[in-house]
């Protein structure tokens, strides 16, 4: 019969997304069917899953963690911010729509539905399923018509193990002050906690977790040291992402107010010999740059006006001036061009824009949204590359004629005449190891890296580290048979 038990946080980032992958790994290799849950994820970094829709990158880890396809069903309620106060809203993998904030808080609970449909499927399928909160359940204001935390365990009947960050200090008052703001019945889900990413000798913070288990009743499961190879997993929140310091080469990446599926940058941070800066913005961009990488954006004319704000065009064309090579994927692709029509705001205000003009195309947003799981080959090399489409827009000009990329007899892509300024709608193409060694040596750097086996080591690894640090027998054992609906 299945089991559940739902790991929940103290508040954001407070390392939910690695812990639940790390136990995914680590049941599974004790013979039991895993799934990963998230009834409500926040992120602009998705995954393409191999049903063809939507999930939090982290759901897509956690999959790969369980070792099973990943599916829709894994993360129903995905919000991926285009504004300050609004999401497009993609229920079970599919566009429902943009929303503002305050309409959504009001609406919220109508999506429980399709949230416990999806999770009810799951559980068909699987011996335990690991359900990731969302946030903080001690966001009281947010309790009415929640299905991110308490709303969803309530309904579920799904057994909660609080996690507090020692490593941002007051992991005592974390998790005795969530104690103390929620209700009884929320309370009464609550089945013990557990202490991540401590630095230093764990014996030191006896006396803390006594006092924790003291003033709660709830039981520890574990304080967890800091795993100094997270960084090597897959990031989703644009809080993980960061500079990696490595050789020579660098890659330098404007951090867009938007940025979305950033995770073309992991396999590039994880080679030895390349640098990855992302520049904040007020920073301009370094001259010492050998590749200028623009991301994909959830709002490209939006976080285009962001480019020119930081006065990054300017360093773009002196990048390119001296030499430099430019890669734009999806919506740093379109920016590359010379225009951007939007004549029905799918991106915005209606209306047309000007590019960057880098490249000799131009973009309409119009048409479908592309979700797809890609395979694709270089031109002219004819090499294997992987990677997955997530975008609106319909690319096209002189410069497409030099598409250095084809998918399924279909050229994909654009080069300028010199070959240094590319732009490709193909997310993940990193990933392939005979591409990214073959790139990198036209920007000086050599690489021999496996990245893909780099992942699945750390992955064990992550696990191997939870065996040690967390009593997952005791785990196990908290998990109960969910509420069917």
Not at 127 to 143: F, K, Y
Not at 254 to 260: H, K, S
Not at 412 to 418: H, M, V
């Amino acid at each position: 019969m299945v089991r559940a038990i739902m790991i929940q946080g103290t508040g954001s980032n407070v390392g939910k997304s690695v812990l639940v992958a790390g136990l995914a790994r680590a049941y599974t290799r004790r013979g039991l069917r895993v799934a990963p849950f998230k009834p409500q994820n926040m992120s602009n970094n998705a995954a393409v899953t191999e049903n063809g829709g939507e999930i939090g990158r982290a759901q897509a880890l956690q999959a790969r963690a369980a070792m099973r396809p990943t599916h829709t069903d894994m993360n129903p309620i995905l919000l991926k911010p285009e504004t300050d106060t609004g999401a497009q809203i993609i229920v079970q993998g599919q566009r429902a729509g943009t929303m503002k904030a305050g309409d959504y808080r009001k609406d919220k609970s109508k999506l429980l539905g399709a949230a416990l449909e999806s999770f009810d499927r799951l559980c068909s399928d699987a011996d335990l399923v690991l359900i990731e909160g969302a946030g903080s359940p001690a966001e009281t204001n947010l309790r009415k018509g929640d299905i991110a935390n308490m709303g969803f365990a309530c309904a579920a009947d799904v057994p909660v193990v609080l996690v507090g960050d020692i490593h941002r200090g007051g992991v005592i008052a974390q998790i005795v002050g969530t104690q103390a703001v929620l209700e009884a019945g929320d309370l009464k889900m609550i089945r013990g906690f557990a202490v991540n990413r401590f630095k230093g000798d764990v014996s030191l913070f006896d006396e803390g977790r006594d006092d924790i288990a003291a003033r709660t009743g709830w039981p520890c499961l574990g304080v967890v040291p800091w795993f100094h190879d997270a960084w090597k997993l897959p990031a989703e929140d644009m809080m993980d992402i960061r500079s990696h310091s490595g050789g020579s080469c660098k890659v330098v990446v404007p951090q867009l107010e938007r940025m979305a599926n950033f995770d073309d940058l992991d396999p590039l941070s994880a080679e030895p010999g390349v640098t990855v800066e992302i520049i904040p913005a007020g920073r301009p961009l370094p001259g010492d740059a050998d590749l200028v990488l623009l991301p994909g954006s959830k709002s490209t004319i939006g976080d285009l006006t962001y480019f020119r704000a930081q006065g990054w065009d300017i360093d773009l064309y002196a990048h390119v001036r001296r030499g430099g090579h430019v890669l734009g994927l999806c919506g740093g692709y379109q920016m590359l061009g010379k225009t951007i029509a939007d004549p029905d705001g799918v991106d915005g205000r209606p209306g047309t824009v000007e590019g960057l003009g880098l490249l000799d195309v131009t973009t309409t947003m119009a048409g479908e949204k592309q979700v797809t799981l890609r395979t694709a080959r270089t031109v002219p090399e004819n090499e294997p590359v992987t990677g997955y489409e997530i975008h609106m827009g319909r690319t096209e000009g002189p410069d497409c004629d030099r598409a250095w990329l084809e998918i399924e007899n279909r050229p994909e892509g654009a080069a300028n005449q010199t070959g240094r300024i590319r732009g490709s709608y193909l997310h993940g193409i990193f990933s392939s190891d005979t591409f990214r060694a073959r790139y990198l040596e036209q920007l000086g750097a050599t690489s021999d890296l496996a990245y893909e086996d780099g992942v699945e080591e750390t992955l064990d690894a992550l696990a191997d580290h939870l065996e040690r640090h967390m009593d997952l027998d005791r785990l196990l054992d908290l998990a109960q048979p969910p509420k069917r609906h």
